[in-house]
Nanobody, 124 residues
């Protein structure tokens, strides 16, 4: 497993942008697919975006496609989520996760390492 720490959350106005980061420890980061999930109050955790081990392939939830961009820097053991045109419904705690395999996946149970989460609030 890897240890994951998110950062970069905060308060932003509707239509604004924010970039959250996920720093990983351990030498296996570059061998693993990674993902972002989010959980709003009173709702279940939901998939947001995922990226394969090399960064060559990504996949997004329909609700964020075209607004969010997932990326990674394996040399720095870091993953990012650039969020543009944010909406109030994007308000949630955002979690990064490391998968068991190099191939990207949207399934929560295929991830075995999770960060503690970072709060993103979209409000005027």
């Amino acid at each position: 497993q890897v240890q994951l720490v998110e950062s970069g959350g905060g308060l932003v106005q509707p239509g604004g942008s924010l970039r959250v980061s996920c720093a990983a420890s351990g030498r296996t980061f570059s061998n693993k697919a990674m993902g972002w999930f989010r959980q709003a109050p009173g709702k279940e955790r939901e998939f947001v975006a995922t990226i394969n081990w090399s960064g060559s392939t990504t996949y997004y939830a329909a609700s964020v496609k075209g607004r969010f961009t997932i990326s990674r820097d394996n040399a720095k053991n870091t993953m990012f989520l650039q969020m543009n045109n944010l909406k109030p419904e994007d308000t949630a705690v955002y979690y990064c996760a490391a998968a068991r395999s190099p191939a990207y996946t949207t399934f929560t149970d295929r991830y075995d390492s999770w960060g503690q989460g970072t709060q993103v609030t979209v409000s005027s």
